[in-house]
């Protein structure tokens, strides 16, 4: 007992060191990546960071939560309003202070649209999202003289500081806060959820009855996931901004709500890493049909779509083939192996324990 | 000291309890006996804030808790296990323990009383990071209990925990619970339909009927009792 003891209270010490650790590493990987890569894939780089920040928060969300939105990409849209609005009137603010404002913005709207979530559920809590995600590109819209009307407003570059060099590429500038900003969100998301509120989050999802049985808040829960995921949504939306220099409605319809769901699902629903696999398959997938389709040489009327279409085939194959996502189905296959490993003569098999002694060694 | 005062609860037209009391003394054990559908899953529901009465009310120590949200409850160290139904699936063996202690301020306690739950069962020590779902039925209903334990419960609402287990798993369940009231002070409301096995470990004993109260006393005495037997006990 003292030997299990033990070694739990160093697993629980050492997940922040290894979290940390990871963090560490991705960043370290990606920042020599992005001065080995030309301009383009620097963009597309920034492109999945993104993504994966917005992903990151829909999974803790959706995933962990089990709350169904099909508004992110309105929640992205205030982020991306938020830092066009503070650059419009200062156009010096550090990127810093832009981003956590507009994380903060998003994050109040969160609260709101928690509290009315968290008395909703299912399709009912998917039909109002929705109805988020159609609105609010209206609200654009409508007051022109605020938010610029369908053209949208110019968002400045964020230059890079001087200690870079006069001829440092902006756009790896700009995947460096980029990465910077997912990663330090995979890490804070990440100890959230090994800590008491990831536990009351799954435990709301699993079964509400049960949850308040143990003593668990079921509202204040729902609302807090939806905060941290609202915020998460406000930071992807703002780096959106900076990246595609304009924000207007357009950029933020419901597809885009969308692709961020099917992002989480593809990835592995419920899981981090999963929502940077759906990132990545989000950015990228688009990019190679694209370039195959153009590469066979066919009617415009043709071409156009084939993107799409292909898209959505590699979609229901992902479906079909790995219904837990890219995270579940490398889990299988690192599972696989190591039962193959431990399956020679004496390997930790399960077997019938006497009902007192708990199973040796484990 | 739990009490139940006059406690009538109604779903719709159906009235599954009516004007039932009870008390339940510190460091005691009372059996709620009864066929299907005579209220005693109603009963431990009401008191957990999961169905709310039309009327009568439910004391903790004295102080009103009739309309109190489940989770609020809870926290005031009343622990419901339902039926088999007590633990959370996809979370791990570990997990569903801590949740136990999820409110409380204090880790060090919290930690100690982690190891005594395992202690008790050493059974889910070993399963420690499993999925709930991969636990057998007895090993659930260790799980629901030792998180009780965790919450530091002074109160236990166990319902029907012989659902579903092998006679020796519950015997064994049972006795460490019996053990928890006479060394500790719980509190424990048993609501059972095998009433020989609940009366002989419980104090006193409750017998209800199409949601009355029909029967009342120590536990030796009801099991004596040859009409209350015949009548609505089976045995």
Redesign the interface.
Known sequence: MVAVRSRADRLVASTLRRHLLIALGAAVVLLLLSAQIGAYDDYNLTAVAIFAVAAAGLTLLTGLNGQLSLGHGALMAIGAYTTSLLLKDHRQLPVIVVLLISVVSAGVIGIAFGYAAARLRGPYLAGATLTLAVALPQVATRYKSIFGGESGLTVPPSAPPDWLGADFPPERWLAWIAVAAAVVTMLLLANLLRSAPGRAFKAVRDNEAAAALAGIDVARTQVLAFVISAACAGLAGALFAYWSGITSPAGFSLSLSLQLITAIVIGGLGSLAGAVWGSIVLVFVPLLTSGLASSVHLPSAVADNLPLAIYGGILVIAMLVAPHGIQGALRRILAIGRARREHTPGGGQKGVVDWDDPAPGT | MLEVIDLTVAYGPVVALHGVSLTVADGSMTAVLGANGAGKTTLVRTI???TRPHGGSIRLDGRDITRL???AI??LGV??V?QG???????TV??NL???G??RRDPGGQ?HAL?EA??LF??L??R?HLAAFSLSGGERQMLSVG?ALV?RARVLLLDEPSLGLAR??LV?IMARIRALVTERGLTVLLIEQNAKSALSVADEGIVLHLGKVVARGRAQQLLSEERLRHAYLGF
Do not use: I, M, N, T
């Open positions: 957990s804030g999961l949200a489940p989770d809870a926290r622990a419901h339902p139904q007590g633990v959370l699936a996809e979370l570990d997990e801590r949740l136990g999820l409110w930690r190891a395992y202690d050493p059974r020590a070993s420690r998180r919450a020796l798993v064994q």
